[in-house]
């Protein structure tokens, strides 16, 4: 597919309510909960962008930066940043709001492939993506350094596994 898409046909905002069964013994929120909300997050970003259901191909990075608490809202934001034949990058943003205050303050952000697919299960083509924002195309112009890593990664996981 030569078409490319603007960012904003993937962009994905989700809200969610930091409630006690989703924390630990010290009140924050688990790490693994997290995971989950910005992995079904990627996967709802990807398939607006490729119109195909996906399927988690990897979780580049996750960075936590900090915690959210018991009554916190955490908004997650998920846009494709690049693509290739059937994959797509997705960055994630989850920031934590606390009410009373209005304070904000980003707590993990996170970048996965994942992979389109048909009705068989294959991979199937994407649309490319045409970044917007200035973090958009930042992100845009280190897609080809990224996938170049997960390349060594996997060759280095297929060495250790011999």
């Keep these: 597919m ?3 898409l603007p960012a904003s046909v993937s962009r994905t905002i989700q809200t969610k309510l930091v409630l006690p069964p989703d924390t630990n013994h010290l009140g924050t929120i688990f790490g693994g909960t997290i995971l989950s909300y910005i ?34 809202v ?14 797509m990058e997705v960055y994630v943003k989850v920031e934590t709001e606390n009410l009373k205050s209005r304070e904000k303050t980003v707590t993990t952000t996170a970048i996965l492939t994942m992979v389109a697919v048909d009705q068989h299960g294959k991979p199937t083509p994407v649309s490319g993506v045409e970044p917007e ?27 250790w596994r011999a």
């Design 2 to 4: 030569s078409e490319r």
């Design 39 to 72: 992995d079904e997050i990627a996967a709802i970003t990807a398939m607006k962008h490729s119109k195909e259901v996906v399927v988690t191909a990897s979780i580049d990075t996750v960075n936590f930066l900090s915690s959210a608490k018991v009554g916190d």
């Design 74 to 87: 955490l908004h997650l934001e998920g846009v494709v940043i690049s693509t290739g034949r059937t994959s």
């Design 133 to 159: 924002s200035e973090e958009e195309k930042k992100l845009f112009q280190n897609a080809q350094s990224r996938k170049e890593r997960r390349v060594r990664i996997n060759e280095l996981s297929s060495e």
